[in-house]
């Protein structure tokens, strides 16, 4: 099955069938790695919505769900550092294993504020899953132990990734459009 593309968007640059693949791909690794234990897994809204709903599912491990939504101060395309908790996790995390969800690394200052927040709770371990990085951004080096696809600091969106709050229902990741950010 083939989506519609709006046309704001240039190109597709990873396929609903490629994500699929690649979710499959990674919980199959998380499973193998996590055998015998229960996973907690923490979706960092608003991004990590439709990864973490799919990969997820395609878990065998057991696994429960908490979310955290954060923001970053400085402007709206690029992170700070400097972060905020607009919601935090509903319960403790204290023994468990675990495993942030993240659409997106870019800066990586996010999850590197994230990691420090989490370990200060005393879990059991604390290891991250991203669909997405662009390691050309990284400003801070951030331990990722497992990744879909690496790609290019372009300004890309769809499968939980927004411009101001659209496209992020989008089955694919696709590059948006200069004009669209630039106008
Ligand atoms: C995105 C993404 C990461 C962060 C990555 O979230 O989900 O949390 O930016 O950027 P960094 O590596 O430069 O810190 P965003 O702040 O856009 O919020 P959203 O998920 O609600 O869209």
Do not use: C
């Not at 996590?34 to 923490?42: P, T």
């Not at 669909?131 to 499968?159: C, M, Q, T, W």
């Amino acid at each position: 099955m083939t989506a519609d593309v709006p046309e704001e968007i240039e190109s597709v640059l990873i396929s609903e069938q490629d994500i699929a693949a690649k979710v499959s791909e990674l919980a199959a690794r998380v499973d193998a790695d996590y055998a015998g234990r229960e996973i907690l897994l923490v979706g960092v809204l608003k991004g990590a919505v439709m990864f973490m709903a799919d990969f997820a599912r395609a878990l065998h491990t057991p696994v429960s769900m908490e979310f955290m939504a954060v923001t970053s101060y400085g402007s709206s395309t690029s992170s700070s550092g400097v972060v905020r908790i607009l919601k935090d996790l509903d319960r403790e995390i204290a023994d468990k294993h675990v495993l942030v969800v993240e659409d997106v690394i870019d800066s990586g200052l996010t999850l590197s504020w994230l990691l420090r927040n989490m370990r200060s709770r005393g879990p059991a371990s604390v290891e991250v899953v991203a669909l997405l990085r662009k390691p050309e951004a990284a400003k801070v080096n951030v331990h990722v132990r497992y990744v879909g696809f690496d790609i290019a600091s372009d300004f890309v969106v769809g499968y939980g990734l927004d411009y101001a709050e659209r496209y992020r229902d989008l089955p694919f990741v696709g590059l948006l459009r200069p004009e669209v950010y630039e106008a």
